[in-house]
């Protein structure tokens, strides 16, 4: 009885498992149905026609900074760069500001996006994600997410404003806010 329940069970495991796989690998379908071959098969001219319209169609935005934010005997935080993305293919656009955060204490920090606000209009929170624990004498990439998964992002044109909030969990009495200006222009 146990082995014909055992055969039952790896039989549908295996119907199941063929059912998921790919029929077609050398293919794929955009949209509107159209084969998209170009890539795959390392079509020169394809690939060149492809990377025109993405620059067509693009919004996109990036901007190296390297601008020191803070340096003190508790924290270095430097703005490493600013990027507008825009991923057509799964329908999702973002705004990606990247921060190296150093910790120069002992204990262990935690880098926060206070307060963000963008061309002058506060940001709602449920669009904001950036929480970054440094352990004491680390160095880490603390990145501000802007992205809005029911709709448009904002306007994001002259600049962002926010407060880098810096705390303890260790050390409750610790805590220091930097203000920070990101020229978009």
Aim: proline share 1%; glycine share 6%.
């Amino acid at each position: 009885m146990n082995k014909w329940l055992m055969a039952l069970i790896l039989g549908c495991a295996t119907i199941t498992l063929a059912a998921c796989g790919s029929g077609d690998s050398d293919a794929s379908t955009d949209k509107d149905g159209q084969a998209q071959q170009a890539e795959e098969s390392g079509d020169a001219a394809g690939a060149k026609n492809d990377s025109k319209e993405e620059a067509k169609g693009d919004d996109t935005f990036s901007k190296e900074y390297n601008e020191v934010i803070a340096d003190n005997e508790n924290i270095k935080a430097t703005l490493r760069k600013a990027e507008h993305i825009i991923d057509k293919e799964w329908d999702e656009e973002k705004f990606v500001v990247t921060f190296e955060v150093e910790n120069k204490r002992e204990d262990t920090l935690e880098f926060q996006a206070n307060e963000v606000s963008a061309d002058g209009k506060m940001i709602d929170d449920s669009m904001l994600s950036m929480s970054q624990e440094v352990s004491g004498g680390k160095r880490a990439d603390a990145v501000l997410t802007i992205e809005n998964y029911e709709g448009d992002l904002p306007s994001l044109e002259d600049n962002i404003e926010m407060l880098l909030h810096i705390f303890s969990w260790d050390d409750m009495d610790y805590s220091e806010d930097h203000a920070v200006t990101i020229d978009l222009k």
